[in-house]
Each structure stands twice: as structure tokens, then as C-alpha cells.
């Protein structure tokens, strides 16, 4: 076999049926069954397996970003597959395989083998789908094949990402002391996180700035009062203007975003019985957003460092704004994330999910989504933009994002996905 680099050379450097998600509680590992030949099995296995280990707590590295392992397994799949189907173009390699390569056996192998390198501790599971998907895989030369070209596309790819910047120290972040920037939040007042993630290399930008959002507006603008005046009264754990639907919508999707979106597209991917190429695609596509989108965000927040809703509005009074006015006591429904408000996560992931999605499926998708953090409960949604939308806003009625955040991070996140797919 030979390599050659393919794409972006800057990574060498630095409607159908109605989709259902059930998400029932914290899921354990993927089966380890044969896979359906062509078909969408392999890559949702692999999935469910990932989602799986980052929410066993203790086995995703603090200061490592989860999106990054979402974007590293789904880039090898896809790489893999293409190279051994000679269909497509590769995200970060082109690898020459033999034409009987069995593509299952690739993206099999190459999936195992990015996450036994990212999670050791969970090597034996790992071989066990490795081994159950393999099992189906006939004749054994093509498998065999199949095999070799996964494991080429891991380790490169593996080793392409070795120095990356993700292995940094977070710096640590200085408390913000005039009106308007960022400092630690009640109640744990915990130091922001993720301070060197804007300089992580990303895997398909061209540098993590590349769609800054434009700065925040004024404190002394009528629109920066505007939006404190909503997230106030709407976001307050004591709201009397808070519907109790919005209170739902909140704690619905208050567990980590790029779970809901992986969970989305399996349900879609495995509803309309995509393909194995198609279900690489969309996963690469989703997950390569994902974790350029994260990079593009934290350079966004470190960039502008600005106070998060808790502290705009009990300190009101000092931002020169005679529409504002300090709510001394004033506390969020949801517990303030540990980072700076703009833009916002939520948006700026939704909308990357929703615009990739749109792209393979088509605007108006019926949607069962359900919460990790809900168990039993599931809200329903007519298109992938709905759900965004909600996904969004529902951090304003938590109380812990305004609706400039919100709207820069949808903006953010479009542009961010709208890039990936043209690459």
C-alpha cells in the first residue's frame, strides 16, 4: 500500500420514516455482531460504542475535548472506506487497497484501532466488537485486505494528530475585572476550562479564527439591554415568566451537545438505511464539524472573554447602562458552564448538526429525540432546524447564555459546517 496526502495539505501541519432516539439512560457498549454487508452497521456500532465511553466518567481525559475522539473515529471510517471502494474523496489520506478489500473490514479496523489508542483501559471491549464484526466478514481474503488498509488509515491519521495541541496544560485564565468580562461562576466559582483549545490544530479550517463571530455589542447598547432584560426574567431559577414547557426544554438538553446530535444521526442514518458509504460520510462530515465548530467557539470565547449571564446581572449596575439594573441575588435555572458566554455551544454545535444533516436527508426529517439526562422523556420535531433552534434557545430559559450568544453561535456553527462540506 501507498499514501499520499489528500485534501486540505494544511493538516500535515498544523423525510423519509420518522427517526426515533431513544436514549433510556447511559448505554453500555455496542454489541459485537456481524454487520450487515454495505450496509450503515459498522459505523452506528462504533458509535454507540464512543458515546458510551465518554459518558463513563473517569475514561474521556479532562482537558481533552470529546469531540475530538468523534472526529478522529469517523475521519478513519471514512478514510477507510473510501480507500477500499475507490468512491468519494478522502477527508486527510488516500490509501491504495486492493479492489477486493471488503470496505467493512476497513472501517471495522480502523475504528477499533483509533479508539484502543484512545482508550486503552478499554482494549478488551474494543477487540470484542472488533472480533464480532469481523466474524461476518467473508471471504477472508478480502477481509484480510479489508483489515490491512483500516489499520493504515489509523495510524496515520493517529499519528498526523500526535502533536496537535490537545495534550497542552490549559493555561490558567485570570478573572475578569471590568464591566463585562468573563470571571468564575457561582456556586462552585471553578476556573474556566479548556483554555488552550483555540489553539488546537483543527482538522479542516484553516485557522481557528477563520469565522470569529464580529464583537459583542456594547454594554451600553440597547440591544446588549435587551437581551439581559430576556435571559433575567426567562432564565431566573425562581422565573414566574418561564412557561413550564421552556423549564423542560432546558434541563431536556442540558447534557453534552455532540451527544444529542451523534444520537440524532444514528436514528437517521439507521432509519433510512443508508449505506455504509453514506453513513461514513455523514458521520465524518457531522463529526469533523463538531470538532473544528469546538475549536472555532473557544477561540471565539477566549478571544472576547465575556461574563455570563450570573454575573451581567447581579453586577448590572456597573455596565454603564442606565436600561440595566443589578439583581444582586439573582441566580440561573441551570448551573453556569465554566467558560465564557460568547457564542454559545449549544447553538453553535445545533446548527453545524442541523445544516450537515439537511445536506444528506433534506430539510423536513420527523425526529423522536430523547435525553440522556431525562431518561423516558422525548420531544418531537418536524426538521433538523427545529430542533436546533430549541437545542439553542433552551440555554437563554436555563439561564445561562443571552440571545447574543445564541445567535452568534448559529451563525458560528453554520459557517463552520457550511466549510466542511465544500472541503
Given at each position: 500500500m501507498t499514501t499520499s496526502m489528500s485534501r486540505r495539505t494544511l493538516l500535515a501541519t498544523g423525510g423519509a420514516a420518522a427517526a426515533v432516539l431513544a436514549t433510556t439512560g447511559l448505554p453500555g457498549p455496542a454489541a459485537a455482531a456481524p454487520v450487515r454487508p454495505g450496509g450503515a452497521d459498522v459505523v452506528l456500532a462504533w458509535n454507540r460504542e464512543l458515546l458510551a465511553i465518554v459518558r463513563t466518567a473517569g475514561l474521556q481525559p479532562p482537558t481533552v475535548h470529546p469531540t475530538r475522539s468523534f472526529a478522529l473515529l469517523h475521519a478513519a471510517i471514512h478514510d477507510a472506506v473510501v480507500a477500499v471502494t475507490g468512491t468519494g474523496r478522502p477527508y486527510l489520506f488516500t490509501v491504495d487497497a486492493p479492489g477486493r478489500a471488503a470496505p467493512e473490514a476497513a472501517a471495522a479496523q480502523a475504528a477499533h484501532d483509533v479508539l484502543a489508542a484512545l482508550y486503552p483501559t478499554r482494549a478488551g471491549d474494543l477487540a470484542s466488537l472488533l472480533a464480532g464484526q469481523l466474524a461476518?466478514?467473508?471471504?477472508?481474503?478480502?477481509?484480510?485486505?479489508?483489515?490491512?488498509?483500516?489499520?493504515?488509515?489509523?495510524?496515520?491519521?493517529?499519528?498526523?494528530?500526535?502533536?496537535?495541541?490537545?495534550?497542552?496544560?490549559?493555561?490558567?485564565?485570570?478573572?475578569?475585572?471590568?464591566p463585562g468580562q468573563y470571571r468564575p461562576t457561582p456556586p462552585a466559582f471553578a476556573p474556566a476550562v479548556f483554555t488552550h483549545w483555540a489553539a488546537v490544530t483543527p482538522f479542516v479550517l484553516d485557522r481557528p479564527g477563520q469565522f470569529r463571530p464580529r464583537p459583542y455589542p456594547a454594554l451600553s447598547s440597547a440591544r446588549y439591554a435587551t437581551a439581559l432584560h430576556e435571559v433575567a426574567a426567562a432564565g431566573r431559577d425562581t422565573s414566574t415568566t418561564r412557561t413550564a414547557d421552556e423549564t423542560g426544554q432546558a434541563r431536556f438538553w442540558a447534557a453534552p451537545i455532540?451527544?444529542?446530535?451523534?444520537?440524532?444521526?444514528?436514528?437517521?442514518?439507521?432509519?433510512?438505511?443508508?449505506?455504509?458509504?453514506?453513513?461514513?460520510?455523514?458521520?465524518?462530515?457531522?463529526?469533523?464539524?463538531?470538532?473544528?465548530?469546538?475549536?472555532?467557539?473557544?477561540?471565539?470565547?477566549?478571544?472576547?472573554?465575556?461574563?455570563?449571564?450570573?454575573?451581567?446581572?447581579?453586577?448590572?449596575?456597573?455596565?454603564?447602562?442606565?436600561?440595566?439594573?443589578?439583581?444582586?441575588?439573582?441566580?440561573?435555572?441551570?448551573?453556569?458552564?465554566?467558560?465564557?458566554?460568547?457564542?454559545?455551544?449549544?447553538?453553535?454545535?445545533?446548527?453545524?448538526?442541523?445544516?450537515?444533516?439537511?445536506?444528506?436527508?433534506?430539510?423536513?426529517?420527523?425526529?423522536?429525540?430523547?435525553?440522556?439526562?431525562l431518561p423516558g422523556v422525548v420531544r418531537r420535531f418536524s426538521a433538523f432546524q427545529a430542533a436546533a433552534d430549541e437545542a439553542g434557545l433552551s440555554r437563554i430559559v436555563a439561564g445561562v447564555h443571552t440571545r447574543l450568544d445564541h445567535e452568534a453561535g448559529r451563525q458560528l456553527g453554520h459557517d463552520v459546517a457550511a466549510f466542511v462540506l465544500r472541503s
Open positions: 461476518g466478514v467473508t471471504p477472508p481474503a478480502a477481509r484480510d485486505a479489508g483489515v490491512r488498509a483500516g489499520r493504515l488509515v489509523a495510524r496515520l491519521l493517529l499519528g498526523l494528530r500526535a502533536n496537535d495541541g490537545s495534550a497542552a496544560t490549559p493555561p490558567a485564565l485570570p478573572p475578569g475585572t471590568a455532540w451527544n444529542y446530535w451523534n444520537e440524532i444521526a444514528q436514528s437517521v442514518v439507521g432509519g433510512s438505511r443508508s449505506s455504509l458509504l453514506v453513513a461514513a460520510r455523514v458521520f465524518a462530515r457531522l463529526n469533523l464539524s463538531f470538532a473544528d465548530a469546538v475549536i472555532a467557539f473557544y477561540d471565539a470565547k477566549y478571544h472576547y472573554r465575556i461574563w455570563r449571564p450570573v454575573t451581567a446581572i447581579r453586577l448590572a449596575g456597573e455596565d454603564g447602562n442606565p436600561a440595566t439594573g443589578a439583581v444582586p441575588d439573582w441566580s440561573s435555572l441551570a448551573t453556569t458552564p465554566a467558560d465564557p458566554a460568547y457564542p454559545g455551544a449549544h447553538s453553535v454545535i445545533s446548527q453545524a448538526g442541523a445544516l450537515v444533516l439537511r445536506q444528506e436527508y433534506g430539510p423536513r426529517w420527523p425526529l423522536e429525540v430523547g435525553s440522556e439526562v
